[in-house]
C-alpha cells in the first residue's frame, strides 16, 4: 500500500441538521427519562442510556458533556452519585466510581 493512501481518512457525507436537531432532542429526551424512571427500573434507565449511545453513533452526533458524565464508560449504565456511584475528587480531577463494574473515570476541573 502506499504511504499517501494510509494518511487520508474516510470522508463521509453530513447529516442533514434537522436528523442532528432530532437526534439531539432524543438523546436529551432519553437522558431525562433515565433520571426519572431510575429509582423505579434501574436495567430500564441503562436501556435508555444504550438506546441514546446508538442514535448518536448511528448519526454521528457528540453526546454533550453534561451528559457524557452521567453514564459509565466502561459498562454504560445510568449514573446517580450517592446510589451506584461515587465522587471524589483528587488531585484536579473528579473521579467517578462505578460501583457495578468496579471502574474509575476521571474528569479534569479547573
Given amino acids: 500500500m502506499k504511504p499517501d493512501a494510509m494518511k487520508k481518512k474516510r470522508a463521509y457525507k453530513s447529516k442533514?441538521?434537522?436528523?442532528?436537531?432530532?437526534?439531539?432532542?432524543?438523546?436529551?429526551?432519553?437522558?431525562?427519562?433515565?433520571?426519572?424512571v431510575?429509582?423505579?427500573d434501574p436495567k430500564l434507565a441503562d436501556r435508555y442510556v444504550e438506546i441514546a449511545r446508538k442514535i448518536?453513533?448511528?448519526?454521528?452526533?457528540?453526546?454533550p458533556s453534561s451528559l457524557k458524565k452521567r453514564f459509565c464508560k466502561h459498562?454504560?449504565?445510568?449514573?446517580?452519585?450517592?446510589k451506584n456511584c461515587r465522587v471524589r475528587t483528587h488531585e484536579g480531577k473528579v473521579v467517578y466510581?462505578?460501583?457495578?463494574?468496579?471502574?474509575?473515570?476521571?474528569?479534569?476541573?479547573k
Avoid: H, W
Avoid at 75 to 80: G, I, M, N, P, W
Fill in 38 to 40: 431510575f429509582d423505579e
Fill in 56 to 63: 448518536s453513533m448511528k448519526i454521528k452526533v457528540r453526546i
Fill in 16 to 36: 442533514p441538521k434537522e436528523q442532528v436537531d432530532t437526534a439531539n432532542k432524543r438523546i436529551a429526551e432519553l437522558f431525562s427519562q433515565a433520571e426519572q
Fill in 75 to 82: 459498562c454504560y449504565c445510568y449514573l446517580v452519585p450517592g
Fill in 97 to 109: 466510581y462505578c460501583m457495578q463494574c468496579k471502574k474509575y473515570m476521571r474528569f479534569p476541573y
